[in-house]
């Protein structure tokens, strides 16, 4: 019994680590910053998922209406047209063009020491329509703020 305790112990601590990374399988936690970047370039994203959260985190410090970062998740042959859009829809709607068909989903406008998240109906995403982007849609921040999406088993 004595020797039993310590395996008992070691297992019950590997479940108890492996739980959060089962659920956190269907969301990942996404930063931006001051300096105009993303710090992923790629999202996988599993078709075993109902939704996909993305959690957005800008780390600097700049307002909103300055290096504000939202995320926009599309097809990529979308992308160009849907930032064009957004840059004339402005800051009060998110520099989204309201009720945009090409976007799948995408998140507010936040500033430097806030969060956000939104989810993706992962059902919208087929690989047959495929490849598809996640990327900022405030004025001059897609050029550098942009990654892929895999779609993923
Ligand atoms: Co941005």
């Known amino acids: 019994m004595i020797r039993k305790t310590p395996f008992a112990l070691v297992l019950a601590l ?3 680590s492996l739980a959060p990374a ?3 399988a269907c969301s990942v936690e996404l930063q931006g910053n001051d300096a105009m970047k993303f710090n992923l370039a790629n999202i996988d994203v599993s078709k075993k998922c109902v939704t996909f959260e993305i959690k957005l ?3 600097g410090k700049m307002a909103r209406n300055v290096m504000g970062h939202n995320v926009v998740v599309s097809r990529s042959a979308d992308m160009a047209a849907i930032n064009a859009d957004g840059i004339k829809a402005g800051l009060a709607t998110e520099y989204i063009k309201p009720g945009d068909p090409r976007v799948i989903a995408h998140s507010k406008v936040i500033g430097g ?3 956000t998240s939104f989810v993706i109906p992962v059902g919208k995403l087929n690989a047959a329509n495929g490849p598809y982007s996640f ?4 004025p ?3 050029a550098l703020m942009k990654g892929t999406i ?4």
């Open 14 to 16: 590997a479940l108890t």
């Open 150 to 153: 895999t779609l993923k088993p």
């Open 22 to 24: 089962a659920s956190a």
């Open 57 to 59: 985190r800008h780390t």
């Open 135 to 138: 990327f900022c849609s405030f």
């Open 113 to 115: 020491g806030e969060n």
């Open 140 to 142: 001059g921040h897609a």
